[in-house]
């Protein structure tokens, strides 16, 4: 009874504010653009999406395995560079200023280098920019997580004669993993824009990228947002499983915050 | 002691007693801490501390803030190394001593590990030594039972107040039978009521117990009611300025009020006023 109400409470805001925000843009669009060229209406994208399903679909497996291999590894190699950082201190004296000072390049704009290295029609060169866009926040926020805890607890750790990687183990992984899970959040939708935007500039021709560029260069703007709302699934779709994997992992941290 | 056995030998039986009587649980001789030495930020933080601390004690390290009391209570700990001197904790060196977990610390923060509940809070030092899960979670409901929350075995540590907390953490440290216990303002974050009571458990604990405690505290009337023995110190640079007997036998809540123990606070204030003089 009160869970359902909770539930209900969580998401019924957003659902009626998404159904007012797409009527609105339905019935301005009828009044104001009735041929739909320039921003067609919600429901004619929806019909471009279902009209053309086949293409749309295979181009966002296809995507969809870009954004999350490429997710998967810079994740992973982010995480792993910030255990090995925060473990060895001229690991962090030469790797972090390195690691700030490429976050400063614009990694999107490294898109058409990527196509020369790994070849302009290979899916290579959109994975290679997918992981190093997600590699740095998950990078710099671990480091954090890792980094930043009360003095006490790890004296009280040495006091008990555990060593360093033990310390690692039982208090800075576990104290790392709220910063980690926002992170990961954060790296899904970057995950999706990186991979798209890579499209851009070359990878296979039946991806979700080309589609939008190939759609909108023939004006046809419907197929175009049908795979622009195609990309939006799968970025909604992962950063729910984010969610739940930070629910699964970490029942504790929200144990807190209830008691808190 | 001499009874003809050669020295290296095994211990005889009966020798035991005299040599527990011979070895100070805590000998700091000559000691002197020096942070940042040759820099610019060089902090003279203790001076030739020379303090021996019997099996059995309650000895409190009590001044004013700077006087390297903290500091004192962290080169027993090895938590941070001796300029000069030498510190010996149960006869061996203070770094073997931790390596052998012979002491056990509590913060003025408890540090409980919000990813552990209570039960598991106070097994972490078992797991450390590699107990196994069926002795260690006996362990930890009798420590809980010692400190009076074997209701709160399973709850969240965020879940428990201020001074629930502090006594789980007293039982996380007490768990493995430490022959030392060293504490470091242990309850200055907590309000006068908790503190008080608080302090009864200590002392209803270490009665239980029999291990030797070092507590550093800013509190006059604590130090008083708990130690017996106060050692006064003094900052720029940190020493030892007066060491004062405050044994009270067996002290009740009645003690607060009793004159001696009024006697004392005057002695141990005076003490810390005396370097101010100086």
New interface residues.
Partial sequence: MTAAKAVLRAWLPPVVAAAIMFGCWEALLAVLNPDGFVLPPPSTIVSALFGDFDAISTATGITGFIIVTGLIAGVVVGALAAVLVTAFRSAHETLTPLAVAVNAVPIIALAPIFNAWFGILSPRSNQAVVVVLVFFPVFINTTRGLGHIEPSQIELMESYGAGKWRIMREVRIPNAMPYFFTALKLATSLAVIAAIVAEYFGGRQDALGNIITNSAGLTRYDDAWAAVLAGSLVGIGLYAIAVVLERLVMPWYFAARRAQ | MSNGFPTNGPEPPDGDRDCEAVVAAVEVAGVDKVFNPGRSNEVHALTGIDLRIAAGEFVTLIGPSGCGKSTLL?LI?A?TDVSEGSVTVNGKPADRA????D???V???A?L????NVSRNIE??LE??GWNAADRRQRSAEMLELVKLSEFARH????LSGGMQQRVAIARAMSFDPKLL?M?EPFGALDEMTREHMQNELLRIWNETQTTVIFVTHSISEAVFLSTRVVVMSPRPGRISAVIDTDLGERSEATRDHPEYFANVTAVRNALRGDHAS
């Fill in positions: 962290r700990a938590l931790r390596l052998d977990r002491y056990s610390m913060f003025q923060r540090g590990f919000d990813w552990r972490l030092p450390l030594m969240h540590p965020a879940e060293l470091d």
